[in-house]
């Protein structure tokens, strides 16, 4: 009996557990299909298997810090940035940038002693340097300061098509890549001299002074001194001398003869002669003439005679009463390109509200190693999101939109379009501005829109002129002086330098010979035959490198 019933309370239990299993059964499975003639009891969406889950997690929001030179944090910078970041937003989600804009007087010091100090940084501007800069790309690349960009460039080969192989090729050290360069104007400055028109064509001989010039074509001679001395003379007769020469930019006259591998044609290479031979700039012949002109003309009245008192040598340089004579860069020759609003007789006729002349000093515009320095962006070894900091980059070159958000600020708030389709500021004096960027160090200076650059003509003719038919790429275009073994001797070169230059290109010293052999004999004490020898050590090896 109690067999019979241990039998029949495991038959029960065992049907428990079967009906149980069946509805687990029927809970999860997909329903039975039903006969074909029979409608289906639900719709065909809630048959279908469940999604597979995600193989990536979402990413977490990145807050990239940025820094830029500029000038400084204006009273809309905070608007323009938002603006930025919801711009960003569209092609980079999840992603913003914590921008912060450095006055330029401090801004290469500041990031000098940030790259010291490991502080987290993603992107900042860096001049490429070569000793010209506080934080120059081979000095901060020998620290470790940077990351190498080359791996993540490889997984972006946009770049490559957007921005000139030998833009690339100057931001490199040792072969790697440490800076992604901004596309912009690299040439020497491509100078001439700026003259009142009336004044000129009445009291000088523009036809001798444009033929001296190019037939020199950038060599100084006394020839060409002698006839602005005549033009002075005449001026300073007629009482129209008015602020006389603008001696701060005259002194780049004999500068156009060199190619300058340290700190403005400090110490440079001839380029008539041929060769590569490093040369101390302030020992040429054509520089110990200008120094001669320059006292002369002083004397003569010719230069303001509290010159080595104004802090702005240039306050009366493109003022109708100002300065007579002075030197201007970037001038535009070409006649092919009359329209382009950067820097012709034209334009400068509208701004200054007088009649321009400008006379241009050299037929040549060259691609040289200091002439205007490389301006790049970096990804310090500090950055958490490289590959990031990269893709925000690439966008800030290569869209337009953002660029001009961060150059210009906000369309219709900062500025408006002509008729020509080009940006024109609402405030255009730079101290006065709630906003204003510096669009040749956020990225692509030449994409299809300019901003403050002249318009899109300026555009066409530097990619097809300046950087094009009429660059000179010289051999030594992308080298980079190393200041580490003649730092101590480039310091005090440097002081030696600013205790006697100024006085002697501003004219204003008594015994301007005896002062200009004690500043070359300063040069030598302090270590300059060391320097030149060290320099083209290194010049040398660049070239056989090649």
């Known amino acids: 009996m109690r067999t019979t019933r241990k039998r029949i309370a495991l038959a029960l239990a065992l049907v428990m557990i079967l009906n149980i299993l069946a509805a687990c059964a029927s809970s999860s499975a997909p329903a039975t299909q039903a006969p074909a003639s029979q409608a289906p009891a639900a719709p065909a969406a809630a048959t279908a298997a469940p999604a597979p889950e995600a193989t990536e997690k979402p990413k977490d929001p990145v807050t990239l810090r940025v820094m830029y030179s500029g000038p400084g944090t204006l009273p809309d910078t905070k608007m323009v940035v938002d603006a930025f970041n919801e711009e960003l937003g569209k092609l980079m989600p999840g992603v913003k940038a914590d921008i912060e804009f450095v006055l330029n007087s401090s801004y290469e010091e500041k990031l000098r002693l940030l790259l010291s100090a490991n502080e987290e940084l993603d992107v900042a501007n860096m001049n490429s340097g070569a000793g010209e800069a506080t934080n120059s790309l081979i000095t901060e690349s020998k620290k470790g300061a940077m990351m190498p960009l080359d791996d993540l460039l490889a997984k972006k080969p946009e770049f490559f098509d957007l921005i000139p192989d030998n833009l690339w090729e100057m931001s490199k050290v040792s072969g790697t890549t440490y800076m992604v360069p901004v596309n912009k104007s690299i040439t020497d ?27 020199d074509n950038g060599r100084v001679k006394a020839e060409t001194y002698d006839l602005l001395t005549s033009y002075l003379a005449n001026l300073k007769a007629a009482g129209e001398i008015r602020h006389g020469v603008g001696v701060a930019t005259m002194r780049w006259l004999p500068q156009r003869g060199y190619y300058s591998l340290y700190k403005d044609w400090s110490f440079a290479i001839d380029k008539s002669d041929g060769t590569s031979k490093v040369l101390n700039y302030f020992e040429q012949p054509d520089v110990k003439m200008m120094y001669q002109y320059h006292h002369d003309w002083f004397n003569a009245g010719y230069i303001d005679k509290d010159i080595l008192s104004v802090e702005d ?43 321009v002349s400008t006379v241009a000093w050299e037929k040549n515009i060259y691609i040289v190693p200091m002439g205007n320095a490389l301006q790049g962006l970096i990804i310090p070894r500090t950055s958490k999101h490289p590959e990031e900091a990269l893709e925000y980059i690439w966008h800030t070159n290569s869209n337009i939109d953002l660029w001009h958000i961060l150059s210009a600020g906000i369309e219709g708030v900062h500025y408006q379009r002509n008729e020509n389709g080009d940006i024109d500021a609402f405030i255009k004096e730079a101290d006065q501005a709630r906003y204003r960027g510096e669009g040749w160090n956020i990225g692509n200076t030449l994409l299809p829109d300019p901003i403050s650059l002249g318009g899109h003509d300026w555009i066409d003719y530097t990619n ?22 003649i730092k101590n001797e480039l310091d005090q070169f440097d002081a030696v330098r600013a205790e006697y230059e100024a006085s002697l290109f501003c004219g204003a010293v008594d015994n301007w010979e005896a002062r200009y052999d004690e500043m070359i004999a300063k040069m030598k004490e302090i270590g300059s035959d060391k320097i030149i020898a060290e320099i083209q050590k290194q010049v040398d090896a660049f070239l056989a490198s090649k």
Not at 199 to 210: F, M, Q, S, V
Not at 464 to 485: H, K, R, Y
Request: aromatic content about 10%; hydrophobic content about 35%; charged content about 25%.
């Open 189 to 215: 400055k491509y100078i001439g001299i700026k003259l009142h028109k009336d004044l000129i064509e009445k009291y000088g001989d523009l036809a001798a002074l444009k033929n001296s010039l190019e037939n």
């Open 313 to 355: 040598r240039r306050f009366w340089e493109r003022k109708e009463d100002g300065t007579v004579m002075c030197m201007t860069t970037q001038f535009v020759t070409d006649p092919s390109y009359e329209g382009v609003q950067w820097d012709t007789d034209a334009a400068n006729t509208t701004d200054y509200g007088y009649p």
């Open 464 to 485: 097809n002129v300046v950087m094009g038919s009429m660059a000179i790429l010289t051999p030594l275009a992308s080298f980079q002086l190393d200041i580490e073994p």
